[in-house]
């Protein structure tokens, strides 16, 4: 099909656009559809009694064109149709063509990406008018179903315009495995993750969770951070948290004005570099500063449901609202997550990922006959490795050592952090060394791995010059108007490649009928029969591995490729949470939620009181 002079691989173009209501948790509940044929100029328009499990229109040639598939994906799934074979998602091409470019992500949805390209748009507040309406829900009246097609209709012709305009600048091979991957996310959307629907309505409940939620200070902050106000309630304390850094020898980073610095992502860093201390604390101040509700989207099927926002970063990661998904910051959360009876999950991860990935990037770039950095990942673990190339481990010690695994996770820290260009001074706080040291062990990691440093040096000045970042799989980010920062340069092209990685892997364990259910950063979650999860699992675990190669090597004769880890649930190995998901980092918080749970339990019956409705 030829479209203004560009030839098109297709019979026909159809834009899409589907109405429905949206209730947390739950699938969509679909009003209407319209679909515009771009090879008949028709337009047609369907309401919910209209439509039925086929998809109208024909699926192998054509091309199915829908701004935020993921959407339009559930509601297909939900009237029981197949996914369109063929689709391209202007949102994410959009996205790619203003990555770095100053437009505000509020702005980069369809009004405003018909307004960056100077097309008529809907007034934005009939927009918001209808979508009001809608999500009232039924009944509709004979004027306002008129109403519901006729915004629907003005949608898709608002999508046609913009398709149009964007067609010169799209890359067509990109961007149908962009929506191959945006319609694998649908299918994770439509099933959702499952939850323990014995514990979580517990939590749910507002009076339950406030009780738990006070009850936990004093169990949990065992070091008096938190205080009392003369009200009762708990507060976070700055002097006594700053007497507690001082009596733990935790060096806290602090603010220019040189106050401590309480910002959540420094919490975030300190609580892996003190995962005994700080982590704890770090989860509770969560709790007590985000976390006044459990507000998880979970459908009445026991199912934890929300938007994946698919290309979301600038890296171009998937960024659900943390508030409504399973794996949020809080990790204690994630002991919620329990598979249904006769079926197993698993959850595979990319095996240091980052420091693989950039070993792989830099390799060859300087004519170097060694890659220490890449010998370090091909050992097994690259940060115990350089830990003891370091002096920071004793050479014979492995992870099971007494405190070994503790400072390994420190080196994490460390060694992916300094990758992006953290200084001696911000080191020194997170291992709790001397400045000194900490100097010594960046020298140390500039001198052992070079050739990385050559490359990355290189990336940065090449970015800035030329004014553009690219991926192998074609994700771009500009630099010079609003990127400038050189630590979030050398960090793109590492984290910006492993969302490569992980898309294509993604899409092809979506191919061979793996059920897919959840991305979480570099790793997936699956979820099969508890007889085939074993099987399931090595298939995806060489898919991941191969997904590596493809996108990390330049030849077909390069073999290298980024290992994964897995861990099953049910798991015989894991005899304290066999069923139900773990994590190592929210055993006690989880345990704690638990037992004050139970307490809570015992006094109702003991007592009489009733739960609040």
């Not at 039924?138 to 097609?149: D, G, K, M, V």
């Not at 006044?292 to 698919?310: A, E, F, M, Y």
């Not at 503790?406 to 997170?430: E, F, I």
């Amino acid at each position: 099909m030829n479209v203004n002079g560009i030839e098109l691989p297709f019979l026909d173009v159809v834009f899409e656009d589907f109405e429905f209501i949206s209730i947390l948790g739950e699938r969509p509940d679909v009003v209407c559809g319209c679909f515009h044929s771009l090879l008949t100029g028709q337009t047609t328009r369907l309401w919910r009694d209209q439509l039925n499990d086929q998809l109208p229109y024909e699926n192998e040639w054509t091309l199915v064109v829908s701004f935020v598939f993921n959407a339009e994906g559930t509601c297909h799934l939900s009237l029981g149709q197949p996914l369109p074979k063929n689709v391209l998602d202007p949102s994410h091409e959009f996205k790619r063509h203003v990555n770095g470019k100053g437009i505000p992500r509020k702005n980069q949805g369809l009004i405003g990406a018909l307004q960056y390209f100077g097309l008529d748009t809907i007034a934005p507040k009939r927009k918001d008018v209808m979508r009001e309406r809608i999500m009232k829900g039924w009944p509709f009246t004979s004027e306002e179903r008129e109403q519901i097609l006729d915004y629907c209709t003005e949608d898709v012709e608002m999508l046609r315009q913009l398709f149009l305009a964007m067609l010169p600048r799209i890359d067509f091979p990109l961007g149908l495995f962009h929506g191959e991957f945006v319609a694998a996310l649908a299918r994770s959307e439509h099933t959702g993750v499952p939850i323990d629907t014995e514990v979580y309505p517990q939590l749910a409940d507002q009076k339950t969770w406030m009780g738990i939620r006070d009850s936990m200070v004093p169990l949990v902050d065992v070091h008096g951070v938190y205080v009392r106000n003369n009200l009762g309630g708990w507060s976070f304390n700055l002097a006594c948290f700053e007497e507690f850094c001082v009596a733990e020898g935790i060096d806290w980073p602090r603010t220019e004005n040189g106050k401590l610095d309480l910002r959540r992502k420094t919490f975030d860093s300190m609580g892996k570099a003190y995962p005994e201390q700080i982590e704890p604390l770090r989860q509770l101040r969560y709790i007590r500063d985000k976390l006044r509700k459990i507000q998880l989207s979970v459908g009445h099927d026991g199912r934890n449901r929300t938007v994946l926002w698919p290309f979301s970063s600038k890296t171009s990661r998937t960024q659900p609202k943390a508030k409504h998904w399973i794996f949020s910051p809080s990790v204690w959360l994630r002991f919620l997550i329990k598979p249904e009876p006769g079926t197993a999950l698993a959850y595979i991860d990319y095996s240091s990922m980052e420091f693989g990935a950039a070993a792989k990037l830099s390799d060859k770039h300087v004519p170097f006959d060694n890659n220490p950095m890449l010998n370090a990942y091909q050992t097994g673990d690259p940060y115990l490795k350089f830990g003891k190339t370091v002096d920071q481990i004793p050479p014979d010690a492995s992870r099971k050592t007494p405190g070994v695994d503790a400072k390994r996770d420190q080196l994490k820290v460390m060694c992916l952090g300094t990758q992006y260009g953290m200084q001696a001074l911000t080191l020194s706080t997170r291992l709790g060394v001397t400045y000194l040291e900490a100097y010594e062990m960046l020298q140390l990691h500039r001198g052992l791995f070079s050739q990385y440093w050559h490359w990355s040096e290189d990336w940065l000045q090449h970015s800035l010059t030329t004014g553009m970042m690219r991926t192998p799989y074609g994700w771009q980010c500009a630099t010079g108007i609003t990127e400038f920062s050189e630590r979030s340069i050398r960090n793109w092209p590492i984290q910006s490649t492993c969302a490569d990685i992980f898309r294509l892997a993604y899409v092809w364990g979506t191919r061979h009928g793996l059920k897919l259910i959840a991305p979480v950063h570099d790793a997936v979650l699956i979820e099969a029969p508890e007889d085939r999860i074993k099987a399931d699992v090595a298939l995806m675990r060489e898919i991941m591995r191969r997904a590596s190669r493809v996108i990390l090597n330049e030849t077909a004769d390069d073999t290298f490729e980024l290992r994964t880890d897995a861990k099953s649930i049910p798991d015989p190995e894991n005899i304290s949470y066999v069923d139900r998901f773990s994590d190592k980092r929210g055993t006690e918080l989880w345990e704690t939620v638990l037992k004050l749970l139970a307490e809570r339990r015992q006094r109702i019956a003991e007592t009489g009181e009733e739960k609040s409705a």
